[in-house]
């Protein structure tokens, strides 16, 4: 009996020792990104909108053929030039109407014919229309040549150093290329115009009649991704598909979840595999752990100005002050993000004039990514500059400021901080994961045989005790 019970109550205290361990455990467990995925597009990227980094690659500098996608940068360069005036008319060519193939994506427009400039972009997103596009391309630069040209020269601006466009439409042409990358970046600049996120979200446009056609044009957008059906993806917001033989299948998608953005161009994809990839790039995408990470600390040491009596040529240096930073930044990042990545100016005057008080601001830090600004800090002055009458003794400082440095060079502040956060990781973890549920056990274990003990001393209490003397058994009370 008595082995029973101490047996049961130790198997019962294992038991919530192993299920508590696994919670600490798990609660304690660090974020891992997930594996990559398989895709049958030639060239991939997963872009985080907000910062440029880029999540999942795949051949991304490899040059491919753009098909119908081009008419992005087409869109980006009418909606720069036209936002406030999209009511403007654009008269259709001859040339325009009849110089794209017979068989090509149009809605059918004819010579003479004029549509408001959103009119225009409405046919050239969502049907793909491709006399629109060169009508567009005649109306900003005055013929398709020139408005290539333009096309290239303002992607390069953007960073999308590896595209050459030579139309506005797509239409193959071996000269025409790009970058899963480079339409990353062209896409992430577009989305930055409410018009642009207006136009690839729109499932039907209606076209009133015209000079030359007495019916209503319905235009609908081919985007699988965003109609009701079996590729409906809810997080999309739109997109440009594109096709063409050479270019095969290609697709850029933006999307939108828990305020995560992304961007997804797959380009020289499958048919049966166009919007398949996309909805597997994006479940990756959005599985990515973010973390915040650090990237200045407060009193980080920024800069050192002298500091002069007045602003004359005669002015004397009345001592210099120390810079610093006002307060921690971090940033939600991914987790594998390098911090190095983010780049950042100081802004400060670097030479002053008295009187600076000690905790006064004095310039800022203005950081980014890739060319988008992402945030400020104010610097303060670390320490009091007054006139010569003013002044009492020299401060000097505690200790020699250490220079503050990019964040390429940070891994010492940052991987000291990392450092010491994994050293309290560490304890916290080891604490939760061992010993509590140890200590826990004890005690347990304590208490058992305590109650054990008072179970037996009552039993006793109630049977009696006997005492054997030679061959008699005799029973007695307390």
Known sequence: MKRNIIKRNIQILIALYLVFSNITTLSAAQPSEPAAPTISATAAIVMDAQTG?????????????????????????????????????????REAVYSIPWDSSHIAMDEGETLSIEQALYGLMLESANEVSHAIAEHIAGNIESFGSLMTRRAAALGASNTNFTNPSGLHDPEQITTAYDMAVITREAIRHPKFLELISTVRYDIPPTE???????????????????????????????????????????????????????????????????????DFGFAIPYVQKPLFYRNQYAQTSPVFSDWSRQRTQMGEVRLMVSDDVYLELPLNFDISEVEYQVYAPSQLVVPIQAGQNIGRIVYGIRGIPMGDIPLRADNT?????EQTTPQEPESEPTPAAPPSSYPEPYGNLLFNLNLEELAENYFLSFLLPLAIFAAGLVISIGVFKIHRNRKQARMGHYSVIGSQVFRYRR
């Open 53 to 93: 980094f880029i999540l999942y690659e795949k051949n991304i500098h490899e040059s491919r053929y753009p098909a119908s996608i081009t008419k992005i940068m087409t869109t980006l360069l009418a909606l720069e030039q036209y936002a406030n005036r999209l009511y403007e008319r654009i008269t259709f060519s």
């Open 212 to 282: 030359r056609q007495p019916l209503v044009r319905e235009l609908l957008n081919s985007n699988q991704l965003i109609r009701p059906g079996r590729h409906f993806t809810e997080s999309v917001i739109g997109g440009k598909t594109g096709f063409t033989i050479p270019a095969q299948h290609t697709l850029v998608t933006y999307a939108i979840q828990d305020d995560r953005e992304l961007i997804v161009v797959t380009l020289q994809g499958e048919g049966s595999y166009l919007y398949t990839d996309t909805r597997v790039l994006l």
């Open 385 to 389: 500059v007054l006139a010569a009458a």
